[in-house]
């Protein structure tokens, strides 16, 4: 019985929503023995994307002209400036004045509206162009059959993620678009699970690796976890059964004292990762210093559009005011983030806070640990 | 959000792959991989093919994938 474990109590920490969506859809958290527990990290990219991002999206949705394209998980993530407040409501009305059917609309009031504040739905409900797409592709595509709009698409991800968008700026430049930009706020997550292995206030015996980073990264990018601090790492692919492995491998890892990186996720995580997708990151972008909601600014662990792109850059293209960020009130998704708060113990959780009506990111995207919380299993923190 | 199953490449154009899994097809970019053959299979992200494996490779986890059901 690979998963049996007789010593010190264990915590391993996964990194990827997609790993969070699936360890609480199959309860698989209640097979571990009572001594490993798993615990949910800064693995959603939308929940690591700062208030700042969003402000910044939703003032760029307020410009006329602006068609402004996303994944749909930004979608409902409160920013900053509340929904009803002049400024914000003034902004989508003479975006919206001659174009849309919204335009005259009365404001939705705060009681829709959870917190009360902007998002890019509400922006999008007032007559701010704003779209949601599944690739990259598909806003070069429509950047190409609309000359006349200004086509702004949000680059959140990881190193997943990344590439791809790397992908269609190039393609944008090479068909010589000039209204296709990227808003880019990606980021690098070898560089946050660093930051977590290094904190005091969390103690983490391994780390499931996500599979698809890994794919593109290889496993090498997870070696110095190993190495300088001493932590377990598998990388896994996205079933259950491909998990379990994983945190087998974990717990062995552990209980021979000898932490390394082990490929549980098969032929498609190989050594160097994807060359090409390497590449392409390195071409468009470069890395950055990079703010992440619950873990702060963390070097190195964003990537920049390099200047050769700069004019493909949204942050450049276009000048914006922005407002002074501020997190909702009473939001722990910061230390949700961090592992250090299961999201039951948190006093909005449920109550304030609810898929239908979300407070924190972390209850807006569907990888996000307390939407998956709430959706899969809503009894009392332990 | 990861989309893990891999797709048995159909037909290629260009830079372009329609891919197939379950019977689901979809159109995926190349642009991120190398060496793609028909019969091939690949792991596809937000639109692009960002792995390739061959039909041996992606046995075991579309081995997973039949056991589920899916």
Redesign the interface.
């Known amino acids: 019985m690979p998963l049996a474990w007789q010593g010190r109590p264990l915590t391993f920490m996964e990194v ?3 790993h969070t ?1 699936a360890v609480a859809r199959t309860g698989l958290a209640s097979l571990l023995p009572a001594t490993v527990r798993l615990i949910s990290g800064p693995g959603c990219p939308v929940c690591v994307t700062p208030v700042g991002f969003i402000d910044h999206a939703l003032a760029l949705a307020a410009l006329p002209n602006v068609t402004l394209t996303t ?1 749909g998980d930004l979608m409902r993530v409160p920013g900053s400036t509340s929904a009803t407040s002049a400024g914000a409501a003034t902004a989508f009305s003479s975006t919206a004045a001659s174009a849309s059917p919204m335009a005259g609309v009365p404001t939705p009031t705060s009681a829709s509206w959870s917190t009360g504040r902007a998002s890019l739905l509400y922006a999008k409900a007032l007559g701010a162009d704003v779209r949601v797409i ?5 806003a070069v595509a429509f950047a190409a059959a609309h000359p006349a709009r200004e086509v702004v698409f949000l680059g959140v ?1 990881f190193e ?2 990344a ?2 968008v790397a ?1 269609a700026l ?2 944008a430049k090479q068909r010589g678009l000039r209204n296709f930009t990227v808003l880019a706020a990606h980021k690098t997550i070898p560089e946050a699970m660093a930051l977590l292995a290094g904190a005091s206030d969390l103690a983490v015996d391994g780390f499931l690796c ?3 980073v890994s ?2 990264l290889g496993p090498e990018a997870f070696v110095p976890l190993a190495e300088r601090f001493g932590r377990a790492c598998a990388i896994a ?3 259950a ?2 998990i379990l492995r994983g945190l087998a491998s974990l717990i062995a890892q552990v209980g021979a004292g000898k932490p390394r990186v082990d490929n549980c996720y ?3 995580v190989r050594l160097g990762g ?1 060359p ?2 390497r590449a ?1 990151l390195a071409e468009v972008f470069e890395p950055c210093d990079s703010a992440w909601r619950g873990l702060g600014t963390i070097a190195h662990s964003g990537l920049a559009i390099r200047a050769a792109f700069a004019a493909l850059d949204a942050a450049k293209r276009f000048a914006v005011a922005l407002p002074e960020p501020r997190e909702p009130a009473g939001c722990r998704c910061g230390e949700v983030l961090r592992g250090v708060l299961d999201p039951r113990a948190c006093p909005l959780f449920a109550r304030a806070c609810t898929p239908d009506t979300p407070v924190g990111a972390c209850m807006v995207s ?2 996000g640990s307390c939407a998956a919380r709430y959706q899969y299993g809503l009894e009392a923190a332990s | ?2 989309v ?1 199953v ?1 797709m048995r490449v159909v037909s290629i154009k260009g830079q372009e792959a329609v891919v197939s899994a379950g019977g689901a097809e979809l159109t995926a ?1 190349l ?4 060496n793609v053959a028909l019969g091939d299979y690949v ?1 596809v ?4 093919a ?2 390739v ?2 039909a ?3 046995r ?2 579309l081995a ?2 039949a056991r ?1 059901e899916l």
């Open positions: 990827c929503g997609t969506m994944f599944y690739s990259p592709r598909e991800g997943t993620t590439p791809a992908a190039l393609a996500p599979g698809h794919i593109v692919g996205f079933e059964e491909e098969g032929g498609a994807n090409r997708a392409l569907s990888e | 959000m990861c893990a891999p970019a642009d991120l991989v190398e792991i992200h937000a639109g692009y960002i792995q494996l061959t041996e490779e992606a075991e986890t997973i994938f589920l």
